[in-house]
């Protein structure tokens, strides 16, 4: 029964205890490097809010829901930033995955990452999922089975800090931060001083983890 | 962990792991869609030598919110009634295919057993006067939930604890989680080496309630008069019962709990019983979420 | 049944642990013991050199089940287990099904013994007719037949009715017999599963007192010595029981008593996987009980080990603990047990061993023939032992039917290389002749 819990150690990185203050330049382990600092992270969300605001015409219905763990800090300050530039009130929550999985029988059971669907529900609103990195496409097919069993929304729409490709299923995203060409060879691992003291994109070597099967699916970093 | 056979086997962190899933599944029963596709093709078997509808039923719509496929196996109508063997009846279950089987059974120690012949998860849902874990854990999940906290918490568990699966594993998981536990019962109703046991015993009721945030009230059967447990219902039921008088010299924030069935009138008094202040039907459901966390955790990864 | 009875000359082997001898064996009787023997013509030449000679032991508590549980055991697969154990004379006890409560069934159980021929298998009778605890059986009629029973016993029941005790004990002083009780006080045992303690009160089970086997003791010494008759206990378990037995001797009761190897041995902490291979009658009890029970047997207090021999088939112990059958087998480990457990550790010599496991015994229940000295002229019943050859315990390698042996998996420091019945060997290099 012993589940793992989602901490630093597992996104693969092996990056040293963060100080507290958010460091101007990111804190980059050896054989990783940065793609994204905070200003540049800063400056793709604020990207995507406007984004949000003109594809939803005024941003009236959205709904930002963010994928934990690190989708839900990008959800908040995605509302924040839309707050700021429509001084209209966003409700964002939380959405978990982890029990519409398809990769449960692969690792031992997990954690559960809080589910918060804001008052209102969903039905008839456009939910904009946040996440940080799309990857396989399999969390986001979670997500939507996840969210068909809360309600129903008028549209679904993706928006995510990372998109590195190498889908393995037919999902987009409508909006990205930045496209990030990779190999499967590599891992990326998206820092957020909410979650980890300090903001960062960081590309490095993917590290084969214990006990789990070698597929994409296994990892969350890169599973948007 | 493969089974859960005893709370003695859980660590402080699995027991918190545990009660929080439990939190976070506890909201699916709100939803328009009451269940997860977790557990869709994993077969879970209700093993039931007891009658015990409720315990059943909870851990039945368990399984089933996570989509396992749900046997229910009773001692009625089964090949058990013809005299199978408990081993024999493994087989088969393992034979089918069973990921995890629920058993419910009269002989203390036979979850124990079950888990050396088959090869899925074993949960223990009452052995005897032995455990009954989930029990346990739901009643812990119950006063965390209602008082925000274990650790420190005081717990009285009164009543018949010589014969209790609930209170052993009370006694094991709340210690576990930090609470202090007292027993409170008659001494011919303790076992005969309750003081090697980690909590207080007292036998006397009412000393004890005015420092208690918790009491939880075991059932007693009429039978154990018949055995000279007690002289008679009356004189039970005046030094342990649990009436409004009494709840009234509890602290305003204290609460009841009773794994139920009650027998209304011996240990707790219908005014009680229908308190607020009485979580016998929230126990009731979260036993299903705490249930679910349980069959989540143990079927759920590789 | 065993063959070739012609001279064997043993050399080397150390008789009760000490110097090296040689023995010679001449039609069934100790013809020579000494250095350096010369083989008489056609004698078998055994080589024992470091192997213990002890007398042929002989078990005072054994269940055959024949007739009645064939399945478990008979009196001929019973008796090559104990002939394996190094046994030439085992006591079938009475609890089989017809209960041996009539001359006819003791006789039967005989004859069987004397058939099978690899031990000589005492009867013994039951105190009550059927084991029921209401009436006296027809004690007289078994001790007076051809099985001469001596040893009487309700063994698995307590005669807990305490006027009947009384009689019985009187009564069985017309032929020198001797009644071994069954202590149990059956009211505080009722549904009991194991020894009531620490263990018992984790597990749920219920328990089974000290206190019930203590009182039912107590009570036949002080019974037995107001009649003036001889009492055996049987599987003494507990402390208390081994108090109460020695202030029983120091105020002059004829109390003899006997304790299993596995009661010297194991502990009610192996219950904690709910493995009915433990469960037995009585349970196993303490560590403090087991040293008690130790300095007793090595202080005589405790007068013999006896092995309580329980064989069951393999459904009675692969079930839920409290639907499984009590006992245990123990004949083929009972040498190895008590010097793990009293040799070993320096509480017995092996020339007390001989005393607890077959003068004593044979003594108690008046076996003649057996339990006698290793010298020139006597009865050619010998164990050869060899304590230093250590073996892992495999129930399905037992001569015995059934396989329920709780010291499975365990290594016991010794075995028994051969054993001769009247000078013909039963065992021979550890196997059945």
Request: charged share 25%; hydrophobic share 40%; proline share 6%.
């Amino acid at each position: 029964m012993r589940a793992r819990k989602p901490t630093r150690g597992e996104t693969g990185t092996g990056v040293p205890a963060p100080s507290p203050e958010v460091p101007e330049t990111p804190d980059v382990p050896e054989g990783t490097r940065a793609v994204l600092d905070g200003n540049e992270i800063n400056r793709a969300l604020t990207r995507i809010a406007h984004e949000v605001l003109e594809r939803t015409k005024g941003g009236e219905h959205v709904t930002l829901l963010g994928i934990p763990s690190r989708g839900v800090p990008l959800a908040e300050r995605l509302a924040r930033r839309i707050e700021r530039v429509e001084d209209l009130s966003v409700p964002h929550g939380s959405l978990d995955i982890t029990m519409y999985r398809d990769d449960l029988h692969l690792a031992p059971a997990r954690a559960l990452g809080r589910t918060a669907i804001p008052a209102g529900g969903l039905d008839d609103r456009v939910v904009v999922l946040v996440d940080d990195v799309l990857f396989s496409g399999r969390t986001v097919r979670a997500a939507l089975d996840a969210l068909g069993d809360l309600g129903r929304p008028r549209a679904v729409q993706l928006a995510v800090l990372v998109d590195r490709g190498h889908r393995e299923l037919p999902i987009r995203a409508d909006y990205v931060g930045k496209n990030l060409p990779t190999s499967l060879r590599e891992s990326v691992t998206v820092l957020l001083s909410e979650t980890d003291g300090q903001d960062a994109v960081l590309l490095g070597p993917s590290k084969p983890r214990s006990g789990a099967v070698a597929t994409t699916a296994d990892t969350k970093e890169g599973d948007a | 962990m493969r089974h859960l056979l005893s709370t003695g086997d859980l660590s402080r962190d699995e027991a918190t792991l545990i009660l929080d899933t439990a939190a976070e599944l506890a909201q699916v029963g709100d939803r328009s869609v009451k269940k997860l596709p977790t557990l869709r093709g994993r077969t879970v078997v209700n093993l039931f030598y007891e009658d015990s509808t409720r315990t059943r039923t909870s851990f039945e719509l368990a399984a089933k919110r996570l989509s396992a496929d749900v046997i229910n196996f009773s001692a009625k109508g089964s090949s058990v009634s013809k005299g199978e063997s408990l081993k024999d009846t493994a087989l088969t279950l393992q034979a089918m295919g069973a990921d995890a089987v629920v058993i419910r059974h009269s002989a203390s120690g036979a979850a124990h057993r079950l888990a050396h012949w088959v090869d899925g998860s074993v949960l223990n849902a009452g052995d005897g006067t032995h455990e009954h874990p989930t029990q346990a854990l739901l009643d812990a999940y119950t006063m965390r939930d209602r008082l925000g906290r274990l650790d420190g918490l005081r717990v009285a568990v009164v009543g018949d604890i010589l014969h209790s699966r609930v209170a052993r594993s009370n006694v094991l998981l709340l210690t576990t989680l930090g609470a202090h536990v007292t027993l409170v019962a008659p001494p011919t109703l303790l076992p005969v080496s309750v003081h090697t046991w980690p909590c207080e015993v007292s036998y006397d009721l009412d000393e004890v309630l005015p420092k208690s945030d918790v009491v939880m009230m075991l059932r007693v059967q009429a039978e154990r008069m018949r055995d000279s447990f007690f002289p008679s219902v009356r004189e039970y039921s005046r030094n342990y019962g649990l009436d409004g008088e009494r709840l009234g010299r509890m602290p305003s924030d204290a609460i009841v709990m009773h794994p139920g069935p009650m027998v209304r009138g011996m240990e707790i008094s219908a005014e009680v019983a229908d308190s607020p202040r009485c979580t016998v039907t929230e126990q009731v459901a979260n036993g299903v979420s705490l249930r679910m966390a349980v069959l989540y955790l143990l079927l759920g990864g590789s | 049944m065993p063959e070739n009875t012609g001279p064997y000359l043993i050399r080397g082997a150390r008789p009760l642990g000490g110097d090296p001898v040689d023995l010679l064996f001449v039609d069934g009787r100790i013809a020579a013991i000494g250095p350096d023997l010369e083989a008489p013509e056609g004698a078998l030449v055994m080589d024992a050199t470091g192997l213990v000679a002890l007398p042929g032991l002989v078990d005072l508590h054994t269940h055959l089940r024949e007739p009645g549980r064939e399945d478990a055991e008979t009196v001929a697969s019973g008796s090559r287990s104990a002939a394996m154990g190094g046994y030439t004379s085992v006591h079938a006890m009475a609890n089989t099904d017809p209960v041996a409560d009539t001359a006819g069934v003791v006789e039967q159980v005989w004859r069987l013994g004397r058939e099978a021929g690899y031990c000589d298998v005492r009867p013994v009778g039951a105190v009550t007719v059927g084991l029921a605890g209401q009436q006296l059986s027809e004690i007289g009629a078994m001790a007076d037949s051809a099985a001469q029973v001596r040893v009487f016993s309700d063994d698995g029941i307590c005669v807990s009715d305490a006027l009947l005790m009384r009689r019985a004990l009187e009564y069985v002083k017309a032929f020198d017999g001797v009644i071994a009780q069954h202590a149990q006080e059956p009211r505080l045992t009722e549904g009991a599963q194991m020894n009531e303690g620490c263990v018992s009160d984790r597990l749920g089970l219920p328990g089974w007192p000290a206190v019930a086997e203590e009182a039912i003791i107590a009570r036949d010494c002080l019974l037995a010595q107001h009649v003036g008759s001889r009492l055996h206990v049987c599987h003494v378990s507990t402390k208390g029981s081994v108090d109460i037995i020695r202030w029983a001797k120091a105020r002059g009761c004829d109390v003899t008593a006997e304790v299993t190897p596995h009661h010297l041995l194991l502990t009610d902490e192996l219950v904690e996987g709910y493995d009915p291979i433990y469960k037995v009658n009585p349970p196993l009890r303490t560590a403090e009980d087991v040293q008690a029970l130790r300095e007793g047997l090595a202080d005589g207090t405790i007068d013999i080990v006896a092995t309580d021999h329980a064989p069951h088939p393999a459904e009675a112990k692969e079930t839920e603990w409290s639907n499984a059958a009590m006992g245990m087998v123990g004949l083929e480990t009972a040498l190895a047990v008590v010097q793990r457990t009293m040799v070993d550790t320096g509480l017995l010599t092996w020339a007390e061993v001989a005393d607890r496991m077959s003068t004593a015994p044979a003594r108690i229940g008046r076996v003649s023939g057996h339990g006698r000295e290793l010298a020139a002229g006597e009865p050619a019943n010998v164990v050869l032992y060899d304590p230093a050859a250590p073996v892992g315990v495999d129930g399905a390698a037992m001569a015995s039917k059934s396989d329920n042996t709780p010291f499975r998996g365990m290594t016991l420091p010794g075995r028994v290389r051969a054993t001769f019945l009247r000078g013909a060997p039963t065992v021979l290099e550890g196997k059945i002749n």
